[in-house]
Structures are given as structure tokens and as C-alpha cells.
């Protein structure tokens, strides 16, 4: 079993739709959360940085980790075509090496 | 541009040959990472500094791999005698980090490499 499991999609939605974004993963001592958004052949941007359980919003984004489920979540509300992008989840237990889900492709469609 | 800069920004290079990567981190970030990005996976880690000091090596680097930040500023990734799984895009990330806190890490453009 991988560390971080991520559904590589492709996740098609029209636009102005929510879309639902999640990992799961089993390291129970993942303390550190994050979703990064990545276009194709660039490098990974910060979307959202969570420690520890909760949620958190910024935007139209929201956030949200469950420890005891070791299940996460991004929320994008009123979705635009230029959200259209790679979304990767990403964890780690200390404050250096982080790993990273697969990504989930993601499509607005106009 | 304040973020993390990568050069060269692609490489194609023949199998055997030596190829040289540099990244620039965000000027005040004391900790620099290296990460290996192949098509349809997330990034896996290869290694970071902090300062000068390289502080983990991931499994992943074998002994072909070296990497440098001898100032603890730049950093350089060096890979000797490329072979073709070698072809992937490598990332620098930046952050900082202090007694009781480290900053997330900021994610450069990366240097795509391909091996013929």
C-alpha cells in the first residue's frame, strides 16, 4: 500500500460546479497537510496548508483533514475553466521531505 | 522575480553523457530541497539541504546523483552518466525554517530532462 493514494482522474465538471478533490492516506503520523495546483509542464503552486486536523478556507477554496480518517479534502467552489489544472496532495510527518499523491487531473469544462 | 528559479529550463542530453542542474531558492529560505517529478506521479524526494549542510538523501539517489550548495545559497544537481530512466522533471523547492517552525515549501519551474 502506497503512503498517499490520490485518483489520478481525469475528473471532468462543468463550470461553476463544486469540485471535490480527496487522498487517503497510512501514516498515521502525517501532521502536516497540503494540495498544491500544477498546470502541465510546470512546477508545483500552493494552494493550501493546513497542520494537524480541520478545515480552512481561502477563497473559493476549502480545505479540510480528518486524522482519525486519514482522509483529506479540497473543495473548489463556483469551479472556472482556469482551474483546470493537476491537484496534488501532499503530506509529511516533520517539517522537511514531503510526499506526494499521484494527482487527480482535473477538467471545467466551459 | 522573487520565487525559486531553475536553469536550464530543459535538457536533452544522450545517454552516458553528464548533465548539470542549478536552482536558485528564494533568497531569504535557508532550506532547499531537490524532487524528481516522471509523467502521471507526484514528485518524490531526493534530497534537501539546510544552509550547506545536505541533511537526508533519499533511496532514490543512487551513486550517479550528487548534489552541492556549497554557500548555502544556490544548489546544484549533477548526474553522471545518464541513462534513460533518468528522463524526468527535476524540482527545487525552498523554505524557511527556525528553531520551532519551518515555512512550507515553494515549489520551483523545474528542468525537464530527457535522456535519448
Known amino acids: 500500500q502506497k503512503e498517499v493514494e490520490q485518483d489520478p482522474g481525469p475528473l471532468s465538471v462543468p463550470e461553476g460546479a463544486i469540485v471535490s478533490l480527496n487522498c487517503t492516506y497510512s501514516n498515521s503520523a502525517f501532521q502536516y497537510f497540503m494540495w498544491y495546483r500544477q498546470y502541465s509542464r510546470k512546477g508545483p503552486e500552493l494552494l493550501m496548508y493546513t497542520y494537524s486536523s480541520g478545515n480552512k478556507e481561502d477563497g473559493r477554496f476549502t480545505a479540510q483533514v480528518d486524522k482519525s480518517s486519514k482522509y483529506i479534502s479540497l473543495f473548489i467552489r463556483d469551479s472556472q475553466p482556469s482551474d483546470s489544472a493537476t491537484y496534488l496532495c501532499a503530506m509529511s510527518d516533520r517539517d522537511d521531505k514531503i510526499i506526494f499523491g499521484k494527482g487527480t487531473r482535473l477538467h471545467i469544462l466551459p | 522575480d522573487t520565487g525559486v528559479s531553475q536553469d536550464p529550463r530543459h535538457k536533452i542530453t544522450k545517454r552516458g553523457q553528464n548533465v548539470t542542474f542549478r536552482c536558485d531558492p528564494i533568497?531569504?529560505?535557508?532550506?532547499l530541497y531537490w524532487y524528481r517529478q516522471t509523467l502521471g506521479q507526484g514528485p518524490e524526494f531526493l534530497t534537501y539541504f539546510q544552509n550547506e549542510a545536505q541533511l537526508e538523501k533519499s533511496r532514490l539517489l543512487s551513486d550517479r546523483f550528487s548534489a552541492e550548495r556549497p554557500k548555502g545559497s544556490f544548489s546544484t544537481l549533477e548526474i553522471q552518466r545518464t541513462e534513460q530512466g533518468d528522463s524526468a522533471m527535476y524540482l527545487c523547492?525552498?523554505?524557511?525554517?527556525?528553531?520551532?517552525?519551518?515555512?512550507?515549501?515553494?515549489f520551483g519551474p523545474g528542468t525537464r530532462l530527457t535522456v535519448l
Open positions: 533568497s531569504e529560505h535557508n532550506r
Open positions: 523547492a525552498s523554505s524557511s525554517s527556525g528553531r520551532g517552525y519551518t515555512d512550507t515549501q515553494y
